[in-house]
Structure formats: C-alpha cells, structure tokens
C-alpha cells in the first residue's frame, strides 16, 4: 500500500447493508476486502430500517442474535392496514419458520454499525470512511480496481473484484455501461417524523383514504411517517401549503394533530423519488453489482435491504473460495445472478402488481374506498396471512450462510 494506490482480492463500492454484510462475510472466510463508505459515518434519516425475520435468521446464522436484539428497536409481529375506519391484518409473522417471528424496527445506521464492529474482528477486513468511488479502473475488457477521492486525494484501489453495492443511484452500474431495464413506479414518497406519546395507539400500519396513502410506524419515542404521493407531484404538493399538508396528517392521524406543528418547513421531510428497476447483466468480468445498484426496489413490503443482504449472502456463499485463491471468473459471477435474478424478478413483479392494482387506484379516487376481496379474506382466515408474512419476511428465496469462519484477530 503506497499513499496514492492499495491492493485488495474485493474492493465494495459502499457501505451500505448490503455491502457490509458482504464484507463481513468474505473477511470471515478469510478474504482480503475493503469496503469504501463516502460519508463520515452512517447516521442518515429515513433510510430502510426494517430488519426481516430473513436478515435476524442470519444473525442467529452468525451467532450474534442475542447481542443484535440488545440494540434500541421494536418488534412488530403483525401488519396492518387501514381502509377507512376498518383495520384489516395483513401480514402475521408469528407462525413463521424462523427463530425470530417479527420485523425489528432499527435505525440503519445501528445496524450498520453493528455489522462494522463484527467485521472488524477479521484482520482481512478493512473499513474506509470518507471514500468517495468516482471512477473504474479497466485492463481492457476488465475491470480491475476503482479511481477514489478520500477526503480529496485520489487513490487507486486495485481488485480481483469490484462490487457495486452503492444504491439505487450506482455510479459503479453506470460507469460499467451495465443496461438497465426500468418498470416503472406511479408514486413517490415524503418521509418525515413526529412525537409519539405514549396514549397514542401502538401498531405500525398502512392508512389508505382516497387520493392519499399513509404509512405509520411506531419507533418508540417518535412515528416514522411516509406520505405516499403521485409520481413527479411534489411541486403540485407543494404549491398547496405546508399548513394543508399538514391538515391531511391531522385527520389521517386525529391523535397526533396537535403534533403536526412540528413540521415547521418542507426541510423537516424528505422526498424518495420511487424507482423500480434491474440490470439486464449484473457483472462484468472484474465486477459485480448486488442490492439497488442491481435492483432498485419499490418501498411496498419494506423489503428492500433484506433483498440486498440476501444478494450479499448469496454472492459471499458463491464466490469465497475463487476470491481466496485468486482464481475467480465470469462464470463464477454469472452463478450469482441465476441465483439470484429469479426472486428479483417475483419480488419486483408483485411489488409492480401491488403499485397498479392498489396504489394507483387509491391515489387516484376521490370517493369513499370499499376493501377489496383479498383484504376482506386476510381479515376473515388467519391462516392466509401467513403467505404474506412468508412472502415479506423469508422472501421467495432466503439465503443462509454457507461460507467458513477464518480466524479472528
């Protein structure tokens, strides 16, 4: 290592969790990684901080569960939705097949966290913050390394393989060329918080009310808020005051209209412009995209991070042992993607089912909504909400860990 260049088996393009959980992983089994995170640390509102009965299953895999569910969060073990003045069950995750039979609600950056600090124990492993990707290194058809700018000095990090694990916006998928194929999202979403007392109801729920969908989450001290709007209507929003914006929590969340002075500006939420998308190829020899840079998810199921880690467990199960032994091939990142691609493309195809039978309806009407027949049969058996619970919290294809445990520092 000189200060102008360095030299790993896996350099990952962020440090998100899906590229932690993927240099967790291969450290462990004893391969060189370094993982480029461009922020300072990873404390960032409103990013996805649903961890899915799939992700604690992996935990449990890691032996670090208990030590996990010590961290600050709450545990929701049936989802709910609200049509009107009717609350309809979803999703009931306690007969899943799994050691935790919940969603646990935890800040990303705790989780982050917590992931480094395992990681750290594996002397392959290496952490950067402050190290921004904004280039690829080619040798000819292949990628060998990544350009960064840390703390504004350019360094080259030179690798058997780059991962691309830096989010739905990838630099890493765009400067590989990689095609991507885009299907669409009809809403965008405002994300914001308010206080929660503790005479306020408890469940973390979906409020749909024509024109407007609501989804509250119950975070303990405070309700994370996502206001589902049309797509590309902020300015429309916007244009109608914040003191209207603010009348619409009021009677979608009567117990809290005394609260909702707390959004003092349009700064006090953040807009997630939706995207729903893939890579036709995700690899090119010398680099792998997993996560978003793969497959932008929709924010329907909130599965969106545990898809990611999945990816991650996926691509460390596949590839440890060809990364060890300085032997990898296209082939060998080919196995991934047909692991892969198929729960991507069932999970995108009922989150775009979702977004056109049910979201797009109810933003779109201005009369009272009556419960579809799906919803009024989850309501009626209990034993069918256990298909959506399976489908949100293991996901169509969990992935469990397969690779080994070097030793530790």
Known sequence: MTPSSMTTQCCIAGGGPAGMMLGLLLARAGVSVVVLEKHTDFLRDFRGDTIHPSTLELMYELGVLADFLKLPHQQVRELRGQIGEATIPIADFTALASHSRFLALMPQWDFLDFLARQAAAYPTFELRMESE????????????????????????VHASLVVGADGRGSLVRERAGLRVQDMGAPMDVLWFRLPRRASDPTDTLGRFDPGKILVQINR???WQCAYVIAKGSLEQ?????????????????????????????????KLLTVRVDRVAKWSRAGLLCIGDAAHAMSPVGGVGINLAIQDAVAAANLLWRSLRDNRLTAADLDRVQARREFPTR??????????????????????????????RLLARWRWLRRIPARLIGLGVRPEHIRSPVASAR
């Not at 060998?144 to 504004?152: I, K, T």
């Not at 979702?354 to 579809?372: A, E, H, K, Y």
């Open 133 to 156: 990707v904004t280039g690829l290194i080619e040798q000819g058809e292949r990628i060998a390394g990544v350009e960064v700018s840390v703390r504004g000095v350019s360094v080259q």
């Open 220 to 222: 303990g001290e405070h």
């Open 237 to 269: 929003v916007r244009e109608r005051g914040l003191e209207a914006f603010r009348a619409a929590i009021a009677r979608a969340m009567p117990y809290a209209a005394d609260r909702v002075g707390e959004l003092r500006s349009w700064d006090d939420l």
């Open 346 to 375: 069932i999970t995108q195809a009922m989150q775009v089912l979702i977004q056109n039978r049910i979201i797009t309806p109810v933003l779109g009407v201005d009369r009272p909504l009556s419960t579809p027949l799906p919803l």
